[in-house]
């Protein structure tokens, strides 16, 4: 068996644990074995099955690995946007804004 049938194999197996149904039918294109995950019809044979498994899962690491990456790029604009700010008012509202990203940020838990 090729590496990427056994790890088709792994990830169909996933799939089941992760409680998709196995269909009797085979795939009409391929004639591989297709399960019903998320509503989704996938065929384990042609489908592209390596995003099926990261896409599905939502790990409370996982979103706040996206959300520190996503607040560092936001404050990074906001100090982008206070270097050029003239106007004071703004500058404290730009300032508050960086203030509660770096907030956030700290509350998330230490990448690893
Ligand atoms: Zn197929």
Avoid: F
């Avoid at 990830?11 to 992760?18: A, C, K």
């Avoid at 050029?84 to 300032?95: R, Y």
Wanted: neutral net charge; glycine residues 6%; proline residues 2%.
């Amino acid at each position: 068996m090729s590496r990427a049938s056994k790890e088709k194999m792994r990830i169909t197996v996933e799939l089941v644990r992760r409680g998709a149904t196995l269909l009797k039918e085979p795939c009409t294109v391929c004639g591989g074995v297709q399960v019903r995950y998320h509503g989704k019809v996938i065929c384990t044979s042609h489908d592209d099955l390596s995003g099926v498994l990261t896409t599905e899962e939502v790990t409370y690491e996982g979103v706040a690995s996206s959300l520190r990456t996503l607040l560092l790029s936001k404050a990074r604009e906001a100090a982008d946007l206070l270097e050029k700010e003239q106007d004071t008012l703004k500058q404290d509202q730009l300032v508050s804004l960086i203030s509660k990203y770096v907030e956030l940020l700290q509350k998330l838990p230490e990448h690893r």
